[in-house]
């Protein structure tokens, strides 16, 4: 299954206009992001709100994810505060999966933000979570906080936002973005046989798991014949004809 290190901004220093900060609205999307991202089989870990960018740096490395998704919000400089909009997705260029994935993610929020011609893919050497992750990695600007429109924009819109970034994710796996619902608990129901866990909706996804008929697990979601289960500290697909919610 996908893993994902989710890493929202820690900068509660930096204020939104008419209050709030970076840190804070960070969060709320990345909050909003996690039952989609369950939802649809992607499996994540979130940045230690205590440490800084070189501690989610460190943290990320020491995992095995693919992908880093830091999330920020910009501000201008003094000279153009409050004047400037839009939302740029930072790349490596060195990098061709992290270049696919920004390119995926702008073009997502285009059918979103007001300014669409103003959603880009921008290519970075010196932003350390993107030049420095073992993982292809992005990170989002989105929007400025320091003008009233992008700041009110992304109060207003903060689970668009976060379902634009999950549908970003998943077009970059391959697979489907599946709403977020209720979470069931479900039983395996076979002629006795054991059913497998796959890592992708198909009978051709590979087998990571398998659950011996009468075994209980958490179902997340149902769609198309696949669930999206969590079994015995395993995540990934297993068919839903021989799963009773």
């Not at 039952?35 to 992607?42: A, E, Q, W």
């Not at 420095?132 to 819109?157: F, M, S």
Request: with cysteine.
């Amino acid at each position: 299954m996908p893993k994902v290190f989710l890493s929202p901004s820690t900068q509660e220093w930096n204020p939104y206009v008419e209050g709030g900060n970076e840190e804070y609205y960070m969060n709320l999307i990345a909050d909003r992001m996690e039952p989609y991202l369950r939802s649809s089989g992607i499996t994540y870990v979130r940045n230690d709100p205590e440490r800084n960018v070189t501690g989610a740096i460190a943290d990320s490395n020491a995992g095995a994810f693919d992908v880093h998704l830091a999330l920020h919000s910009n501000a201008a400089p003094e000279n153009l505060s409050g004047k400037l909009r839009g939302i740029d997705i930072y790349y490596s260029p060195y990098d061709k999966y992290s270049e696919t994935l920004a390119v995926i993610t702008a073009n997502n929020f285009m059918t979103i933000y007001p300014l669409p011609d103003k959603c880009v893919a921008r290519p970075t050497t010196s932003l350390g979570e993107v030049t420095q992750t073992k993982a292809p990695a992005i990170l989002c600007e989105i929007g400025y906080h320091d003008n009233v429109e992008d700041a009110e924009w992304i109060r207003n819109n903060l689970t668009n936002i976060a379902i634009s970034l999950t549908q970003s994710l998943c077009d970059y796996f391959g697979i489907p973005l599946i709403e977020a619902g209720p979470i069931y608990r479900g039983t395996v129901v076979t002629d006795g046989t054991g059913l497998n866990i796959r890592n992708f909706p198909s009978t051709k996804g590979a087998i990571i798991g398998s659950m011996p008929n009468g075994s209980k697990m958490t179902v997340f979601s149902r769609s198309n014949g696949w669930d999206v289960v969590s079994y015995q500290g395993i995540t990934g697909y297993a068919s839903s004809n021989y799963i009773e919610i």
